[in-house]
């Protein structure tokens, strides 16, 4: 079993609607990252979480460390938001581990 | 700011031959990490450098990978030779900070095709 989980693994969308991807993790962490993986590759941190909830335009993350998972919210999505979203855990040593990702479409 | 910077974007070569990537950190990143990044799966560090000391390397495959960051600033990671499993994307990332709360910066990536 992967120390990182994310669901679900393939998403699609359409334009406008509220969307949720989650991140259930194994292990003892410092941190969570959020991170959005354009198809020609390059990486772009999104959020970094310890606790709580962080807002950025549309986009909003929580944590509930309690329970190991975090959550990434769109709201009224749009078909630039088409990417995948990886979820990373920093853990004690300063190591990240990373899920596989969850794919998004969003269709117009 | 200027970002991250990986060469070449793309590289395709045959098995058995070798390969090299480039990266040049963010200015003034201590640390600086590759990354194997396999179609659908999550990246997976190879190679971690803190200044132009490694950190971790202990998932580089060592028989046929190498990586060395002269100077503490631009790195290279080598394939020689190349298997039809090493095609994947390598990202290159940096960060400042020694520890504690830290944000990475990625490169583009450099995507390997091995024939």
């Known amino acids: 079993k992967n120390e990182v989980e994310q669901s679900p693994q393939n998403l699609t969308a359409q334009e406008g609607e509220f969307i949720t991807i989650n991140c259930s993790y194994s292990v003892g962490i410092s941190a969570l990252h959020w991170l959005q993986q354009h198809p020609g590759g390059g990486i772009v941190s999104l959020f970094m979480?310890?606790?709580g909830k962080k807002k950025h335009g549309r986009l909003i993350a929580t944590i509930n460390i309690q329970e190991k998972h975090s959550s990434l919210h769109i709201t009224a999505s749009h078909p630039r938001d088409s990417a995948v979203y990886i979820c990373?855990?920093?853990?004690?040593?300063?190591?990240?581990?990373f899920g596989t990702g969850t794919r998004l479409q969003v269709f117009p | 700011e200027a970002g991250v910077a990986q060469s070449p974007r793309y590289k395709i070569i045959e098995k058995r031959q070798s390969v090299a990537f480039w990266c040049n950190p963010i200015s003034g990143h201590a640390t600086l990490y590759w990354y194997q990044q396999i179609l659908g799966q999550g990246p997976k560090l190879l190679i971690q450098f803190q200044n132009n000391g490694v950190v971790d390397d202990s998932q580089l495959p060592k028989d046929r990978f190498s990586a060395e960051r002269l100077k503490g600033v631009d790195s290279t990671l080598k394939i020689q030779p190349a298997k039809l499993e090493d095609s994947a994307v390598y990202l290159c990332?940096?960060?400042?900070?020694?520890?504690?709360?830290?944000?990475?910066?990625f490169g583009e990536g450099s995507r390997l095709t091995v024939l």
């Open positions: 990332a940096s960060r400042s900070g020694t520890s504690g709360v830290w944000e990475l910066f």
């Open positions: 990373a855990v920093k853990i004690w040593t300063d190591k990240l581990i």
């Open positions: 979480l310890s606790s």
